[in-house]
């Protein structure tokens, strides 16, 4: 069965310093991985994607990713923090284990960044 | 607007009464998905729509939940009875499926129903 594991559920950083937030999925087949954005109030905005091509992924306000099949993960980096960036983040695993494709999402990672 | 829309965006509801919620997908979009978050959690998958066909609904929807998707364009999410632990945020999402391959593309959210249960 596919789902997703995200390490920490909260992560404080300093402005101007590098994000790291990290995910672990399971997944029977090739499946795609999404890393979604929730600002308070606000709807999921889809960060990133990886969909089986560069493993490598960049996304929006200088997020990316890296798709590492021998360890499972799917950690999203961003190399200076930004006070815009706090918000809840959750890490996504979507394939056809049960026939449908259904998106799995994890817990959530909170991000804070102080000034 | 072109994006996911739902409504109505807040609805307040005392214990036992029947709620309804609507979604209109992205028009070009065959499908649709509906989801529940509670505070603190991610979103937890209740039902799935390809056109106008149900095919996956999770064990979190119980009897008293009814979707349905007329004719493959917006959709409906119906509580019947509500009771307190319905309260959450509805959400509803929808995307393009591709012909070939296992893998999947994005999907869209909208910006959900918070239900409240007094």
């Known amino acids: 069965a596919q789902s997703v594991t995200q390490l920490d559920s909260h992560v404080s950083v300093s402005e101007g310093t590098p994000v790291l937030l990290r995910c672990n999925y399971s997944s029977s087949y090739s499946p795609s991985l999404f890393w979604y954005v929730q600002h308070p109030n606000k709807g999921l905005q889809l960060l990133l994607k990886?969909?089986?091509?560069?493993?490598l992924v960049k996304g929006i306000n200088g997020f990316e990713a890296e798709f590492k099949k021998s360890e499972t993960s799917f950690h999203l980096t961003k190399p200076s923090a930004h006070m815009s960036d706090a918000a809840e983040y959750f890490c996504?695993?979507?394939?056809?284990?049960?026939?449908?494709?259904?998106?799995?999402f994890g817990t959530g990672t909170r991000l804070k960044v102080l000034a | 607007d072109t994006g996911v829309s739902q409504n109505p965006r807040h609805k307040i509801t005392k214990r036992g009464q029947n709620v309804t919620f609507r979604c209109d997908p992205i028009s070009e979009h065959n499908r649709l998905y509906w989801y529940r978050q509670t505070l603190g959690q991610g979103p937890e998958f209740l039902t799935y729509?390809?056109?106008?066909?149900?095919?996956?609904k999770s064990r979190l929807l119980s009897d008293r939940f009814s979707a349905e998707r007329p004719k493959g364009s917006f959709s409906t999410l119906e509580i019947q009875r509500t009771e307190q632990g319905d309260s959450a945020m509805y959400l509803c999402?929808?995307?393009?499926?591709?012909?070939?391959?296992?893998?999947?593309?994005?999907?869209?959210f909208g910006q959900g129903t918070r239900l409240t249960v007094v």
């Open positions: 996504v695993v979507s394939d056809r284990t049960s026939g449908t494709y259904k998106y799995i």
């Open positions: 990886y969909t089986s091509a560069a493993t």
């Open positions: 729509f390809q056109n106008e066909a149900q095919l996956e």
């Open positions: 999402a929808s995307s393009l499926s591709l012909t070939t391959g296992r893998t999947n593309t994005e999907a869209f």
